[in-house]
């Protein structure tokens, strides 16, 4: 493998060193694309072009590594590399969850291989494990930890007592944030990355603009010790669940998780995914979700199944009765608020408790999804919206 790079950031090194350790892959990195040849770099200049032509029109590099933060220059690199024959294996969630029809279309015309295991939940191999392993048996659900910076944080605030600066400022630092750290806290990251579980769980194709998402960017002190006095901690949960009519209901929401439930052990960068179906229960996959390294491992993953010419067929979706996304459910929040004001009369369906003190009210009880979509009061400054630990109301139906 003759390997063009494009990024040397957090990862783009890790990768470049780990394939420099690695000879048994037979991969040999022959160009470097960056944005800012001014940087300081580790290794010799010679190495780094800032112009793409010299990887792209290089009949000698036949796979190429996307790793940059640009989606849309990525998918034009990504794109011009499949239209050429040139594998790519890419840690780019968000090109990918925003281009997923005409990258899977570009794969075939060309017959070549795109492979992104990196790209969501960094080291654990989930992408290939859904796309293979759980072929036949019924998936009911998959609901997981997907974003390292934002567990990170919530696990520095809840076990460290740190701010919720201080813990995003070490998010940073550490290089498990994006470059735009909006993307994580604001829940954006963990869309994207639930997108590609749903292609891969369900045959669902869903652009991220269509999924109901929050971040953990609204919580307040309070939030915290509401949590703490329910003997719980908040995470940022993403989920995908089949419902009794067949539908998957997916979305990323802040939640309340205590034990034992799975996801509360998942702590720091790390990620957590619980899959469960009707054979196999519950299983839980964990790893490291972030960082040059871990995210390194699952690339190397990839460069190493296009020796022997893996890629992926997306069998939910072309090759099985793809599933369909659920319009509405209903679910179980809490949601806190400064001022009366922030709250529509009819933002809850049912209520089930409240509270309100001078400066602080919760009420927690039951809204529609599909409400929730179509307003954007719990968006608002001095409003945060948290599921609660029973998510998705079950329809009667499912009760008896
Ligand atoms: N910013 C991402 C995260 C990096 O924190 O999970 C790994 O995708």
Known sequence: MNIGLFGYG????????????????????????????????????GMFTIDRRELLDNPAINVIVEMTDDAEAAFQIVKESLQKGKAVVTANKKMVANHLPELIELQSLYNTPLLYESACCASIPVIRNLEEYYDNDLLHGVEGIINGSTNYILSKIFNENL???????????????ESDPSLDVEGHDALNKLCLLLVHAYGVIAH??????????????????????????????????KQQNGEVAAFVLPQFVKPPHLLHTVRNEYNGVVLTSALADEQFFYGKGAGGFPTASAILADLSALRYDYR??????LLQEPSVLAADVKLNVYVSFQDWQLLPVDAFEEIHEYYSGKSFHYRKGVVSMKKLKGSDWWKQPGVSLILQEDAILKSPSVIV
């Open 163 to 177: 701010s919720y600066e201080e813990a995003l400022k070490k998010a940073q630092e550490l290089g498990f944030a």
């Open 208 to 241: 991220p603009t269509v999924l109901l998402c929050h971040g953990i960017h609204r919580l307040n002190h309070i939030d915290r010790e509401v949590a703490s006095a329910q003997g719980a901690q908040i995470k940022l949960v993403a989920r995908a669940v």
């Open 312 to 317: 992926y067929e997306y069998k939910k979706l």
């Open 10 to 45: 957090v990862v783009g090194s890790a990768v470049y060193n780990v394939l420099n350790h690695t000879p048994t892959l037979m991969a040999s990195v022959v160009k470097i694309c960056i944005k800012n040849p001014e940087k300081q770099r580790d290794i010799k200049p």
